[in-house]
């Protein structure tokens, strides 16, 4: 395996469940899997002391027990800054919970390679926002990881799907259904390049709501007969949930379910069927109809120019979804990448990257790419000294080619120019776009307050925006940028992400110009610039989207978390 420098641990922490992945010497891409040998970790976490918790199989095994004390389904609370659970008298918010998810996954990867592990790169949601995204950098941070970066699921799952297309020139959609969110993101493969068109989706849809449309089935058909409600009591429910979910997954490859319930010494079978499930979800797979479409239109495509479907997450395998995709876009969706999986591997690939360039699988492929463009080389062969001749200008065209403001020049002749190193390499470029627009709160003419977008959702990243501002007021000695994120025109539509303060500002009259520069770079990291034109005052802030701590909140959450028994 990779030494402990080069290490980056993809991590795909999911709603339902969560998986691992590293970049091995020779540039592939394994699933690690956890202390028990299994791929993927359920994201559940059972109490069962003050300082003790257990991660994984044993805490589903606890849903019945001891419900009371579990935890499922976190994910959806990311990003909620005022949600807490507690236990034996301990409040803990999703940044906690998921922390202790992600200690599970960083400890059993530490122990199946024997080294230690710091840096990881971690997935979230496509149309997850600010606070969200920040609130998962947070649980890493308290798990004692190093987060290198926040990166989008699909783009993940693309990066797993695409690097065997490398070259070729494909549209990609990717439905990410999971166990708790969902959403639909179409991308562009040209050569080397993987870049977002378009996002969009729902932080609260996902196979979990499948689940519950069955398990209310269920229970009503019990209630008809019996007056009794499994639903009533946790321990019961659990129990029934866990039945559920099996008769679900035997949906996708069988016709027909029975799902037995027992209640206060009552007894039933229910009988499912795969259409009847169908028909109880049907408003759910028109909710992923809809999405998929808004998406499609947002890239400005059709289903024709659609040449891959990926699939990802446990939900998609439900033949329904699949059903659903075949309709609309009138291919099969792709069969050889694995759902649960593909997050975690595309995490990895990224980290190396993005993170790694001195990986040694990196540099193997760069040797032996130069070693075979040298064999390429024709022959040199001896002339005779041509006689000396004026100095004068060759006639050779030049071509000026720009990239990221580097101008290089290229003779054009007759001889092979030598390739470098960075020619040679077709390093993978991941273009990534914003999910939600960002924009600020100004005084409209009638001096009320209204939000104007600044960089638009779908805007490419890295992306600066310069604008004039003027004072609203007279006489104003500090002027205040309050920066959002959302479609809205309003306050109460958008979130407010972050204020920047421009203070002891000389008296002048309103219309005073204020320029205002937002710089969203590929890091997820917003820098704000608020410039008074006339004085040249400036005040920067950089705004890495946090999910609501403070950096004491997260170093003090680190100690408790160390404090933990983690099983």
């Given amino acids: 395996m990779a030494s402990p420098d080069n290490i980056v641990l993809g991590i795909d922490l999911g709603t339902t469940f969560s998986a691992m992945s590293l970049v091995n010497n020779y540039g592939k891409a394994e699933i690690v899997t956890n202390a028990e040998g299994y791929p993927t970790t359920p994201s559940v976490v059972h109490?069962?002391?003050?300082?003790?918790?257990?991660?994984?199989?044993?805490?589903?095994?606890?849903?019945?027990?001891?419900?009371?004390?579990?935890?499922?389904?976190?994910?959806?609370?990311?990003?909620?800054?005022?949600?807490?659970?507690?236990?034996?008298?301990?409040?803990?918010?999703?940044?906690?919970?998921?922390?202790?998810?992600?200690?599970?996954?960083?400890?059993?990867?530490?122990?199946?390679?024997?080294?230690?592990?710091?840096?990881?790169?971690?997935?979230?949601?496509?149309?997850?926002?600010?606070?969200?995204?920040?609130?998962?950098?947070?649980?890493?941070?308290?798990?004692?990881?190093?987060v290198l970066s926040i990166i989008n699921e699909p783009t993940a799952a693309a990066i797993?799907?695409?690097?065997?297309?490398?070259?070729?020139?494909?549209?990609?959609?990717?439905?990410?259904?999971?166990g708790g969110t969902f959403d639909v993101t179409v991308m562009r493969?040209?050569?080397?390049?993987?870049?977002?068109?378009a996002s969009d989706g729902n932080a609260e849809l996902g196979g979990k709501d499948w689940d519950d449309r069955l398990l209310n089935h269920v229970a009503e058909q019990f209630?008809?007969?019996?007056?009794?409600?499994?639903?009533?009591?946790?321990?019961?429910?659990?129990?029934?949930?866990?039945?559920?979910?099996?008769a679900k997954i035997s949906l996708s490859t069988k016709e027909r379910a029975l799902i037995p319930v027992n209640f206060h010494g009552r007894r039933m079978a229910v009988r499912v069927t795969r259409d009847l499930f169908q028909d109880l979800t049907l408003d759910l797979l028109n909710q992923c109809e809809e999405t998929t479409n808004i998406v499609l239109g947002k890239a400005s495509l059709k289903w024709p120019d659609v040449d891959d479907i990926l699939l990802?997450?446990?939900?998609?395998?439900?033949?329904?979804?699949?059903?659903?995709?075949?309709?609309?876009?009138?291919?099969?969706?792709?069969?050889n990448v694995n759902p649960e999986e593909c997050v975690?591997?595309?995490?990895?690939?990224?980290?190396?990257?993005?993170?790694?360039?001195?990986?040694?699988?990196?540099?193997?492929?760069?040797?032996?790419?130069?070693?075979?463009?040298?064999?390429?080389?024709?022959?040199?062969?001896?002339k005779a000294e041509p006689p000396p001749t004026k100095a004068k200008s060759s006639g050779a065209a030049a071509i000026g080619l720009a990239y990221g403001g580097h101008v290089a020049q290229k003779a054009m002749s007759s001889?092979?120019?030598?390739?470098?190193?960075?020619?040679?390499?077709?390093?993978?470029?991941i273009e990534d776009v914003t999910t939600h627009p960002l924009g600020i709160v100004v005084f409209n003419k009638k001096r009320e307050e209204t939000v104007v977008e600044l960089i638009p959702e779908a805007t490419k990243l890295p992306y600066e925006f310069h604008g004039r501002f003027a004072y609203a007021f007279e006489n104003m000695t500090a002027v205040r940028v309050e920066v959002t994120?959302?479609?809205?025109?309003?306050?109460?539509?958008?979130?407010?992400?972050?204020k920047v303060e421009l203070t002891g500002l000389p008296p002048r009259p309103r219309g005073t110009p204020i320029e205002v520069i937002y710089n969203y770079g590929i890091d997820q990291i917003l820098t704000v610039q608020v410039v008074d034109v006339e004085t040249g005052a400036k005040k920067d802030l950089a705004l890495r989207f946090q999910g609501g701590m403070t950096a004491d909140q997260v170093s003090t959450a680190r100690g408790r978390n160390r404090q933990m028994i983690v099983d």
């Fill in 47 to 146: 109490f069962y002391d003050g300082d003790a918790v257990v991660v994984g199989e044993e805490a589903v095994k606890m849903v019945v027990v001891d419900p009371e004390n579990v935890v499922r389904f976190i994910k959806r609370h990311m990003g909620e800054e005022d949600f807490t659970l507690d236990f034996f008298g301990q409040a803990y918010n999703p940044q906690e919970i998921s922390a202790l998810i992600l200690r599970k996954l960083k400890e059993d990867a530490e122990e199946l390679y024997n080294t230690e592990i710091h840096d990881a790169v971690v997935t979230v949601p496509a149309y997850f926002n600010s606070s969200q995204r920040g609130a998962t950098a947070e649980a890493g941070a308290i798990a004692g990881l190093h």
């Fill in 160 to 178: 797993a799907y695409g690097l065997d297309r490398i070259g070729g020139r494909r549209n990609l959609l990717v439905m990410d259904l999971g």
């Fill in 189 to 197: 493969i040209r050569g080397t390049k993987l870049t977002t068109i």
């Fill in 223 to 246: 209630f008809e007969k019996y007056q009794l409600d499994p639903r009533d009591e946790p321990s019961p429910y659990q129990e029934l949930y866990e039945r559920v979910l099996a």
């Fill in 312 to 335: 990802v997450g446990g939900a998609t395998r439900m033949p329904m979804v699949q059903n659903l995709l075949k309709r609309l876009a009138g291919i099969e969706p792709e069969k």
């Fill in 344 to 382: 975690a591997l595309g995490a990895a690939l990224a980290g190396v990257f993005r993170h790694r360039p001195h990986h040694p699988a990196l540099m193997q492929k760069r040797q032996s790419m130069k070693e075979k463009a040298a064999k390429l080389q024709p022959p040199k062969e001896k």
């Fill in 415 to 429: 001889a092979p120019t030598p390739l470098t190193t960075s020619e040679l390499l077709p390093d993978v470029v």
């Fill in 485 to 498: 994120e959302g479609a809205g025109k309003t306050r109460e539509q958008v979130a407010v992400i972050g």
